[in-house]
């Protein structure tokens, strides 16, 4: 099983405050994805990476941006947090050679705006 | 990726062998059938993957018949601990997977 790492697990936050959500996976997984859940509804991917240096924007349109300098770490950023951000943030990540189908995913976290 | 469809909800008592069945009737010829579980406030968890006929692991079993166009996973003597939503994926090598709503398995003591 995959050991992925997502800090902090729960943040209030005020709103136009600047953010940054880590998440770190330890196992050299070269694909790398963050998916925005509201509770009990769908998910849906917000950004992918297919490696250092490569980012892309997935099918739900969001206002955060994502960087890859580093395979193991794939941090998301709010540069300004508002009411509408409020949200469960989910990091997954998927092996060398694996299909993506296969993705495992973080602990996720719980992201309030005042 | 193909679309599935997979019932909403499901209830089984504690002991009973629990069978979500998925459809996916466009299913291409490279696609993998792929389920996951997912706890409240948790993230998805990779259950397993089969492209046809029968896998089992420590978890779970999936059958694929022969036309491929559905899939069953099978939980044997589901606990408690089992209650969770059961997410089905049919596709190979995209990005852009599509979770659903998934299944949402409860157990009743």
């Known amino acids: 099983e995959a050991d992925i790492y997502q800090t902090p697990r729960y943040l209030v936050i005020g709103t136009g405050k600047k953010i940054t959500l880590e998440c770190s996976q330890t196992?050299?997984?070269?694909?790398m994805y963050w998916y925005q859940q509201d509770p009990g509804m769908e998910l849906h991917l917000i950004h992918y990476?297919?490696?250092?240096?490569?980012?892309e924007k997935g099918d739900l349109s969001s206002e955060s941006t994502v960087s890859r300098i580093r395979t193991e770490h794939f941090p998301l950023t709010l540069e300004s947090a508002r009411p509408s951000h409020t949200s469960q943030y989910l990091c997954?990540?998927?092996?060398?050679?694996?299909?993506?189908?296969?993705?495992?995913f973080g602990p996720g976290t719980r992201l309030l705006v005042l | 990726l193909a679309k599935t469809t997979q019932p909403i909800s499901m209830d089984s008592y504690e002991g009973q062998e629990v069978n979500i069945t998925c459809s996916h009737n466009n299913i291409a010829t490279n696609d993998y059938i792929t389920w996951y579980q997912q706890f409240p406030s948790q993230g998805p968890r990779f259950i397993i993957q089969?492209?046809?006929t029968k896998v089992t692991n420590e978890v779970a079993s999936l059958f694929i018949p022969a036309d491929r166009k559905s899939s069953t996973l099978s939980l044997p003597r589901v606990s408690l601990s089992d209650t969770a939503v059961y997410y089905c994926l049919a596709g190979a090598g995209s990005y852009q997977l599509t979770f659903g709503k998934g299944t949402k398995l409860s157990v009743i003591p």
């Open positions: 196992m050299g997984h070269d694909k």
């Open positions: 997954a990540s998927t092996p060398r050679g694996g299909l993506q189908e296969t993705q495992y």
């Open positions: 089969g492209y046809k």
């Open positions: 990476s297919y490696g250092v240096n490569s980012t």
